[in-house]
C-alpha cells in the first residue's frame, strides 16, 4: 500500500456509511457505486490522482458483484492443496515452461545478472500467475478495484489499488483498454497488483514505459526485481522434499519456526530422497501442507520471498515446484495423503469431454471447471457414488469411472463403474 494510502486510510474508513446513508435503498448499483466515488474523490486527489482522471474514468462506471463474491472464495484457501498443484504444476505446464526458458533464455541471462533470480524461478511465477502470458484476467480494473473500494471488506487497502491504478492511467504507462486484470486488480504477464507496479516495474527493454501487458521483457525484469527486494538471495535453495522420522510430531513446526540445519538432522530429518541434509547455514522451518502423513518440506528466505507475492504457501510451493520442475527436478516423492488425488488441467478436459458426452451443458472445454462444470460433476458424482450433497469436485475417481463407464456396451452404460476398476486404453 502506498504511503499516501496509508495516510488516507482512518478518514476514508467510514466513507461507505456515509454514501450509503446518502443513496436510496433500492438505488441501481450504477448509482450506489457513484454516491460512493462522490465520497471517495477528495481523498483520491489527496493522493495524486487529478480531477480530471477521476471524472474522466469513475463517471458512469457501476459495481461488479461477482468480484466480492471471489474475494471471499479464493483458491489459495479453499482448494486441497492435492487439487491446486494438479492443476498449476502438471507436465503441461512444465513443459511450457521449458519452452518459454528457451524462447526467451537472452533476455533470462540477463535478468539474472542484473536482479541476481535465477530463470527458472522467474518463468515458473510467470506460468503460476498467467499460464505464461494466456489468462490475464478479463476485469476492468478500474471498474472491480472500484468495487471492492466501495464494498465488501478490506475496503481501505482495495482504495490504495485504485488511486495507483488511476495514476498509472494519467502518468500514460497503460491505455485504459488494455488494463485489464484479475477481480482483485492484478494485471500483466506476473500480476502485478497497481502499488507494486509503481515501486517495483522496471523498464527493461527501453522504449520509456513499464509495460507488465506488452513487453515479456519488462515483465520478467519486474518479477526478479520483486523477488529481490523481497529478500531473494542469488545461489541458495528455496527449500526442499524432506522425509519425517517415524512418530515425528509436527506439532508447534512451521514456515516461521526456524531452526539451524544441524538441528533438523539432530532430530533424524533427511532428504525425501533418503540422503543427508546439505550444509546450509541459513535455519530452516518445516511446512507439513496436508500434515505429517503428506510432503514435508524444509523452506528457508527465499521461500518467504516467493510467499511475499501472494501470501499463501500453497502458492509458493506450487512455484517453488514448478522452478524445481523447470530445472529438471520430478514430482514429490511422498504422496499426498488422500485416495482421490487431484486432476492435471488435460484431465481436466477429459473430464469435461466425458460430462458432454453424457449429455451435460457445460460449455467451453477448457479445463476450467465453472459452475456448469461443477453442476454436471454434481448430478455425476450423486449418481454414481449415491453422495447426498455432492459439493462438485473434480477428482481421479470420478474421472476413472467416467472412463470406465464410456467404454462400455451401449445398453450397459447406466451401470456405475469401481472407480479403482483398472482402465485400458
Known sequence: ???????????????PLAAAAQTPPNAAPEATLQACFAELQPAARAAGVTPETWQRHTAGLA??????????????????????????????????????????????????????????????????????????????LVQALGTLSCQGRRQTFFRGELFAALRILQAGHVALERLVGSWAGAFGHTQFMPTTYERLAVDFDGDGRRDLIDSVPDALASTANFLTRAGWKDGLPWGFEVRLPAGFSTEGQGRRVRQPMARWRDLGLRRADGSPLPELEQPAGLMTPAGARGPAFLVLK????????????????????LADRLRGGGPFVTPWPTDDAGLSRAERRELQQLLAGRGHDIGTIDGLLGERSRA??????????????????????????????????????????????????
Open 376 to 425: 454436471a460433476i454434481r448430478a455425476e458424482r450423486q449418481r454414481l457414488f449415491g453422495e447426498r450433497t455432492p459439493d462438485g469436485r473434480a477428482g481421479q475417481k470420478l474421472l476413472r469411472t467416467l472412463r470406465a463407464e464410456a467404454l462400455l456396451p451401449a445398453t450397459d452404460s447406466a451401470a456405475p463403474a469401481s472407480p479403482d476398476m483398472p482402465i485400458s486404453r
Open 1 to 15: 500500500m502506498t504511503a499516501a494510502a496509508r495516510l488516507l486510510a482512518l478518514p476514508v474508513l467510514l466513507l
Open 63 to 140: 459495481a461488479l458483484p461477482d468480484v466480492l463474491d471471489k474475494l471471499d472464495q479464493q483458491p489459495e484457501f479453499r482448494t486441497p492443496i492435492w487439487d491446486y498443484l494438479a492443476a498449476l504444476v502438471d507436465d503441461e505446464r512444465v513443459a511450457q515452461g521449458l519452452a518459454m526458458l528457451e524462447q526467451h533464455r537472452l533476455v533470462l541471462d540477463e535478468v539474472a545478472q542484473r536482479h541476481g533470480v535465477d530463470p527458472a524461478t522467474v518463468v515458473a511465477v510467470w506460468g503460476v500467475e498467467s499460464n505464461f502470458g494466456q489468462t490475464f484476467g478479463k476485469y476492468p
Open 302 to 321: 527465499n521461500f518467504d520471498a516467493i510467499y511475499s507475492y501472494n501470501a499463501a504457501e500453497s502458492y509458493g510451493l506450487a512455484i517453488a515446484h
